[in-house]
């Protein structure tokens, strides 16, 4: 978990410092957290680099040279897990913007992909 809090927080202060992409310490617990940034848009040119000690590096994405990242929250953090239920997780948005991130059985999903799978987990953070 606390590769995924590091990973999370470099993206939020890299973004912050306008810079164009981040390195980050390759575990499949991160790559699959990258590319689901990725796909919803966040993040740009996910990839994996190295043979020996393995990276994965990403670009962060601007629009009008404006930070698509602007904030990140970890929820779920060793000292205490939070967890939510298929049925909680319809609760979980309400009106806020951005993409909640959980670990459930079926693998690392977002809010949206849980709901409609109809599977709960571990809420691991929130990032808009």
């Given at each position: 978990m606390s590769h995924i809090s590091d990973?999370?927080?470099?993206?939020?202060?890299?973004?912050?410092?306008?810079?164009?992409?981040?390195s980050v310490s390759y575990s499949k617990l991160n790559k699959s957290v990258l590319q689901i940034l990725e796909k919803e848009g966040y993040l740009k040119n996910v990839k994996e680099s190295g043979k020996i000690q393995k990276n994965i590096t990403a670009e962060l994405r601007y629009e009008n040279r404006i930070p698509?990242?602007?904030d990140a929250q970890i929820i779920s953090k060793p000292s205490l897990?939070?967890?939510?239920?298929?049925?909680?997780?319809?609760?979980?948005?309400?009106?806020?913007?951005?993409?909640?991130?959980?670990?459930?059985?079926?693998?690392?999903?977002?809010?949206?992909?849980?709901?409609?799978?109809?599977?709960?987990g571990e809420l691991l953070f929130r990032i808009w």
């Open positions: 990973t999370i927080i470099r993206i939020k202060n890299a973004s912050l410092a306008r810079r164009k992409e981040i698509v990242v602007t897990r939070v967890y939510y239920s298929a049925k909680e997780i319809k609760n979980l948005r309400g009106n806020r913007l951005g993409v909640a991130v959980l670990s459930t059985s079926v693998g690392i999903l977002t809010d949206k992909e849980a709901k409609k799978k109809g599977v709960g």
